[in-house]
């Protein structure tokens, strides 16, 4: 009998350890997954957030301006938990309006290839916390000014790391209970492949009358 409990130990050891395993690749993956997730989703809004800034920019007597009323960012930042930053750069480098020491777009930047808009986003850290930002090329043609104006819109990741979290919760219980229902059923099966084995142990171990 203590053989057979060792036997259908050592079974549900060389099944169970594998499944630890995958269970931690698969929350593992899904995490990276929401994350993806929540970066796309969170990305189509502060993109949104650029474009919104950089429809303020005008040209008055052959200067470029850009007037940013402070209620047009915080109709977006009521629907989230974080700050928001914006910059405004001209074709020239000079900073029209916004934080002037927000993080400067990386020269190896990539362009966006999931929006026709000429927009980078990429992550930094502002007032010791990290951001994620949207800049945003923004052509200007008009009254004699000529290029490319500079938008950035930066928000902190408060937001993006719940939503990611929130999907992490429900893969962990998905998968959590998938592995114990494995082991359940793989334990029940195992107990019904022993039982001659344990019959059979009964009948060779148990003395005979007489």
Request: charged share 20%; aromatic share 8%; hydrophobic share 50%.
């Amino acid at each position: 009998m203590r053989l057979i409990r060792s036997l259908r130990g050592e079974l549900l050891a060389w099944l169970g350890v594998p499944l630890l395993l995958l269970w931690g690749l698969s929350v593992y993956t899904h995490y990276q997954s929401a994350l993806q997730a929540a970066n796309q989703a969170y990305d189509r809004s502060l993109l949104a957030s650029a474009r919104t800034v950089a429809e303020r920019l005008v040209v008055r007597q052959q200067h470029l301006e850009v007037d940013v009323p402070w209620v047009v960012l915080d109709s977006f930042e009521r629907n989230m938990n974080d700050q928001l930053f914006y910059q405004v750069i001209s074709p020239e480098g000079k900073t029209l309006s916004g934080y002037p020491d927000l993080p400067l777009l990386p020269r190896n930047a990539p362009l966006s290839d999931v929006y026709p808009a000429l927009v980078h986003f990429y992550d930094a850290r502002y007032r010791k916390q990290p951001i994620r930002v949207a800049a945003l090329w923004q052509p200007v043609s008009e009254a004699g000014v000529e290029g490319m104006a500079l938008v950035l819109v930066a928000e902190t990741l408060n937001s993006r790391h719940a939503f990611a979290d929130s999907l992490l919760r429900t893969a962990l219980i998905s998968q959590s209970f998938l592995v114990l229902m494995t082991l359940l059923l793989a334990g029940l099966l195992l107990r019904k492949v022993l039982r001659p084995l344990r019959r059979l142990s009964r009948m060779m171990f148990t003395p005979r009358a007489g």
